[in-house]
C-alpha cells in the first residue's frame, strides 16, 4: 500500500483519539468545501433554468430563426410574402431544421361592452405547434386552428382578459381599420394563456390563419412569414448560416424578397440580459471555491502544526520530504471528498425541492416566471465536482511544503 495515503487515512480516521486539536480544523475545512460546493451547484442551476425558461418563451411565441420580408420581420411594415407548400419544403429540407410553421399578423381593437383593448392578431394554421400555448393555458381549450376556414374563436392572454373583464366561452368584438375603413368580427374566447412574459402577454392573441389572411386582403398562399425551430439551439447560428445563402435575398412571384433572422437578433434586450447572468455565475463560483480554498488552507495548516512530532518522527525513520507531502495532500483529499459529499446531498436537496415544490417565489411582473427555476445539469454537477476538488488540492501544495521543513530534533523540542 502507498505509505503516504496509509498514514493519511489513518490520521483521517482519528486511529490517535488523544489528539483533539485537529478534529475543529477538519470539521471548518470540511463546512467550508460543503458549503461553496452547495452555493456553486444552486447558482448554477437557478442561473441554467432561468435562462431556458425565458428563452423556452420567447421561442414559443416565434420560433428559432423567422423567415419573411425584412421590415415586416421586425414589424416596421406588414408586406407579406408568398409561402407555398414548395417553399415550406425548401425551409424543412435545410440542414437542423425541425419544424416550420405560418403566421399572419394583423392589428385590431378588442372591445366590450366597457372597455376596448389594441391588439395583434396573430394567425396561425393545422401546422401550428401548440405545445407552448397549451403548457401555459389557464382557462378553456385550445381551437383547431386552420388555413382553409374560419372558425371565429381566439386566443387571449391573462392579461387582456382581466382588462376586458373576458371569460372562456364569452363572445367580443374585434374592429379593424384599413385605409379609413372599419371592419368588424365578432370572435369566441376559446381559451385564456398566461406566460407571464408581459411584452408578448400584452398584445398578442392568435386566431385562424385563414381569418387574419383574409382580414389583411391577402391571397391564400401569402403570409407575414413563417417560424422555424431548430433541432439543436446550440448551432442556431451555423442553421442561420444555411438560411443566408439558401434563402435570404430571394424572391417570390410577387417581387417580395426574403429574409431571416434568429430570435436572438429579434429580441437583444432579453438574450443580453440574460447572457449577463453568466457573469453573476462566473463570480459566484470563483468566491466560492475561495472560501473553500482559504478554509482547506487554514485548516492544513493547523494541522500541520498539531502534527509536528509526527512529521519528526517520520523524518528520523527516513521519510522524503515528498513522501510527507504527499501524506498530507491526500489528508486534504479526504477532507475534500466528504466536503464535495455534503455539499452535493445539500446543493442537490435545495434544488430538487425547489423545482417540485416551487416554495421560493418571484415577481412575474418583474422576472417574467411565478417560482425560482431550476435545471438539474448532471454532467454539469460532475464538472463543478471535479475542478472543486483539482482547485482545492492545487491551492494546498504550497501550504504542504510547510510540513517538509520540520526538523526532526526541532520537533521533539515541540513536542
Known amino acids: 500500500m502507498n505509505l503516504s495515503l496509509f498514514i493519511a487515512r489513518r490520521i483521517y480516521s482519528g486511529g490517535d483519539l488523544r489528539r483533539k486539536v485537529s478534529r475543529p480544523a477538519m470539521r471548518i475545512a470540511t463546512a467550508g468545501v460543503a458549503i461553496g460546493l452547495a452555493v ?118 391573462q392579461i387582456m382578459a382581466d382588462r376586458l373583464g373576458l371569460k372562456a366561452g364569452d363572445k367580443v368584438f374585434a374592429y379593424f381599420i384599413d385605409n379609413g375603413d372599419v371592419r368588424v368580427r365578432r370572435f369566441t374566447v376559446s381559451g385564456i394563456y398566461q406566460t407571464n412574459l408581459s411584452q408578448f402577454d400584452k398584445s398578442l392573441c392568435f386566431a385562424d390563419l385563414y381569418t387574419t389572411v383574409r382580414l389583411n386582403g391577402w391571397d391564400a398562399e401569402q403570409v407575414s412569414g413563417a417560424e422555424v425551430t431548430v433541432s439543436d439551439f446550440s448551432r442556431l447560428e451555423g442553421v442561420a448560416e444555411r438560411f443566408v445563402s439558401k434563402v435570404n435575398r430571394t424572391v417570390d412571384k410577387y417581387g417580395v424578397q426574403y429574409s431571416s433572422e434568429t430570435v436572438q437578433r429579434l429580441n437583444p434586450q432579453i438574450f443580453t440580459w440574460l447572457d449577463l447572468l ?48 504527499k501524506t498530507f495532500l491526500w489528508f486534504a483529499v479526504f477532507i475534500i471528498g466528504r466536503g464535495l459529499a455534503i455539499g452535493n446531498v445539500v446543493g442537490i436537496g435545495l434544488m430538487l425541492l425547489q423545482k417540485y415544490t416551487g416554495v421560493v417565489k418571484l415577481d412575474a411582473a418583474t422576472y417574467y416566471v411565478e417560482t425560482v427555476p431550476v435545471e438539474i445539469n448532471v454532467p454539469l454537477i460532475i464538472l463543478i465536482n471535479v475542478a472543486t476538488l483539482l482547485i482545492s488540492v492545487f491551492v494546498l501544495i504550497a501550504p504542504s511544503y510547510l510540513a517538509s521543513r520540520v526538523r526532526p530534533a526541532a520537533s521533539m523540542r515541540y513536542e
Open 40 to 157: 456553486m451547484l444552486v447558482s448554477v442551476g437557478i442561473v441554467l433554468g432561468f435562462k431556458h425558461t425565458i428563452r423556452d418563451k420567447v421561442i414559443g411565441f416565434g420560433g428559432n430563426i423567422t423567415v419573411g420580408e425584412y421590415n415586416s420581420i421586425y414589424g416596421r411594415d406588414m408586406t407579406p410574402v408568398d409561402m407555398p407548400d414548395s417553399m415550406m419544403r425548401v425551409l424543412s429540407s435545410i440542414e437542423g431544421v425541425s419544424h416550420v410553421q405560418r403566421y399572419a399578423l394583423k392589428q385590431g381593437i378588442l372591445k366590450t361592452d366597457s372597455d376596448f383593448l389594441g391588439v395583434v392578431f396573430k394567425g396561425v394554421a393545422q401546422e401550428y405547434d401548440t405545445t407552448f400555448i397549451r403548457s401555459n393555458l389557464v382557462s378553456g381549450s385550445m381551437p383547431a386552428f386552420s388555413d382553409s376556414v374560419g372558425r371565429n374563436k381566439i386566443l387571449v392572454s
Open 278 to 325: 453568466d457573469l453573476n455565475v462566473w463570480i459566484i463560483l470563483a468566491l466560492m471555491l475561495c472560501v473553500a480554498g482559504f478554509t482547506m488552507i487554514s485548516g492544513l495548516l493547523i494541522i500541520i502544526l498539531e502534527r509536528t512530532s509526527m512529521i519528526g518522527l517520520l523524518k528520523a525513520l527516513g521519510a522524503r520530504n515528498k513522501t510527507i507531502r
